[in-house]
């Protein structure tokens, strides 16, 4: 009785959503036409790796906790939890009040499915080590544990989930909002496999639905009247669009053809500041603007050539002069305010920049290089009128220590997945925050699918191992402090900037807030008449 009298109150609950959003759609529908900056790969919360296709998925799935406007973690799919009191056993309750696009009810054992299905190896699943906190992933992840059904994921019924960690894990809520964690369709993926993400096939359990995919044109969403909020929901429609064209971008702005863009043409700041300053959005974020060294290439094997090549660029004049939005230069892997965690900088910060070229054209002498004898590398960068500047600008910079440096562009696609099968030398990347911790940027220098430069250091790998059981966070963030300090040492990567967020906004746009994860999910705004 007690199960059909719950299932007789979802329906109805879920039938009354449908008729009152019926009801607003016939009086007045609202679409949201959005500029995500790049073309999605996918749209497979398994497979996503950037925060382009994170715009869309976002909206079209939800995990156990979510974020609110403000980029806080508030619940989602799950409406309480509880944590026992070590720490390591988390036990959610489903909401019984949603389901899938389709009509199905969001199980427990759906959660199950998505989190095995990109912890098994053969998902190949690039973006899995995110969950490497829970009991026996990373074995099962690597091929060490067969046995799926050993992950630390249970469904105690239909409306429970039980996750046991290896270790206490201060970010795991939070990690929870990442689009690693969400649920899958398990009806629906069984049925078409991989071709399961295309419109008329993919079934979700967010604010949205997909509707149309058209490559290189447009992502159109609908309301999904399953979803538990729906009745919340006011933007009925979205059209995404792969603006990685930012002057076009701004165009399309002006016209009204666009209500939100990401990112802006950088050199147009000022006219922007001047002509259009409420709609542009410049604020805090927590990000860092690198390039991966590729360890593997034998020309970057020395460490003087890797400090020489970090020494000669004026971070100053690319955030000064180049960029001229906010950016603040950085000397750490790690961008500051994180909580207790000191970044820890390179040694060379505030040498005179002369000086530093001096030094750093003395280190590539003693590893053989000179005028008459330059170094040859290639230089990548995903096609965006900024990371154009800043490569020619850190080009001729380069020259000034006898590096003959070749420019290489592709789109973003294309771009990341040459940095992941190491096809470059020295790239362009970018990590935002998935969650506030250090451990969050520090990863990438662990081995894991997002170290596109391959740096692997024992030491390093053993602080980070270290700082993952330890509870006491001033110990905790000791480790990884000393743990970063290794890498600068060593010059892993070069750390050039930490971001802001870059956003145009139209007046009309109501509910967009400004947060440090840059974290705007279409559920929470509306447009004004």
């Known amino acids: 009785m007690i199960i059909k009298r719950s299932t007789l109150l979802r329906n109805t609950l879920r039938t009354a959503a449908i008729c009152a959003l ?3 759609t016939l009086v007045s529908a609202q679409t949201l036409h959005r500029g995500i900056g790049g073309e999605p790969g996918t749209l497979d919360p398994n497979h996503v790796s950037g925060n382009w296709e994170d715009f869309v998925v976002g909206d079209l799935f939800m995990g156990l906790v979510t974020q609110d406007m403000h980029g806080k ?3 989602g799919m799950a409406k309480d939890w509880t944590i026992s009191e070590d720490g390591t056993v988390y036990t959610f309750n489903l909401r019984k009040d949603t389901g899938w696009s389709d009509g199905k009810a969001v199980t427990a054992q759906d ?3 998505g989190i095995q299905r990109i912890l ?3 998902t190949a699943a690039k ?3 995110v969950l490497y906190p829970i009991l026996n992933a990373e074995a099962i992840n690597k091929g060490e544990q067969k046995d799926l059904s050993s992950l630390g994921v249970k469904a105690l019924d239909e409306h429970t989930l039980q996750i046991t960690l290896k270790a206490q894990t201060p970010y795991f809520l939070d990690q929870l909002t990442h689009y690693t964690a969400y649920p899958l369709p398990q009806h629906v993926v069984e049925k078409y496999g991989n071709s399961w993400v295309k419109a008329g096939k993919m079934v979700s359990n967010g604010a949205y639905q997909l509707a149309e995919w058209l490559p290189q044109t447009h992502i159109k969403a609908r309301k999904n009247p399953a979803f538990f909020d729906a009745i919340n929901v006011t933007i009925d429609n979205v059209t995404y669009y792969p603006t990685e064209d930012r002057a076009a971008a701004l165009k399309r702005f002006r016209a009204g053809e666009l209500d939100l863009n990401y990112e802006f043409p950088v050199d147009q700041f000022n006219w922007l500041k001047k002509n259009m300053a409420i709609e542009t959005r410049v604020s805090p974020q927590l990000g860092t603007y690198y390039y991966p060294l590729n360890m593997r290439s034998p020309k970057l094997q020395d460490v003087r050539v890797r400090k020489a090549l970090s020494m000669a660029i004026n971070r100053e004049i690319i955030t000064d002069k180049v960029l001229k939005t906010g950016e603040i230069p950085a000397y750490s892997f790690v961008p500051p305010g994180l909580g207790r965690y000191k970044a820890q900088e390179l040694s060379f910060k505030g040498l005179p920049y002369g000086t530093a070229v001096k030094q750093a054209q003395a280190l590539m002498e003693q590893a053989g290089y000179s005028k008459d004898n330059p170094l040859a590398l290639q230089l990548r960068y995903n096609t965006h009128d900024a990371h154009k500047k800043i490569a020619v600008a850190v080009a001729a910079m380069w020259k000034k220590i006898y590096v003959k440096t070749e420019l290489t562009n592709a789109e973003v696609a294309v771009h990341y997945n040459e940095l992941k099968e190491s096809n470059f030398e020295v790239a362009r990347a970018g990590w935002l925050a998935d969650y506030p911790d250090a451990q969050n ?3 990438l220098l662990e081995p894991t699918p997002n170290n596109y430069g391959g740096y692997n250091n024992a030491q390093y790998n053993q602080l980070m191992d270290k700082a993952a059981v330890t509870l006491d966070p001033v110990t905790r963030a000791d480790y990884m402090q000393q743990a970063e300090r290794i890498a600068m040492d060593e010059y892993a990567t070069i750390p ?7 956003n145009l906004v139209s007046e009309k746009v109501k ?11 279409t559920r929470w705004m509306s447009l004004a008449d």
């Open 22 to 24: 019926s009801a607003s």
């Open 73 to 75: 973690t508030i619940a």
């Open 111 to 113: 959660f199950v499915f």
């Open 120 to 122: 098994n190896p053969a």
């Open 127 to 129: 973006y899995a080590y």
């Open 441 to 443: 940027f520090l990863s």
């Open 496 to 502: 050039i900037y930490y971001y802001v967020n870059l």
């Open 511 to 521: 509910g967009w807030q400004p947060n440090l994860l840059d974290s705007h999910r």
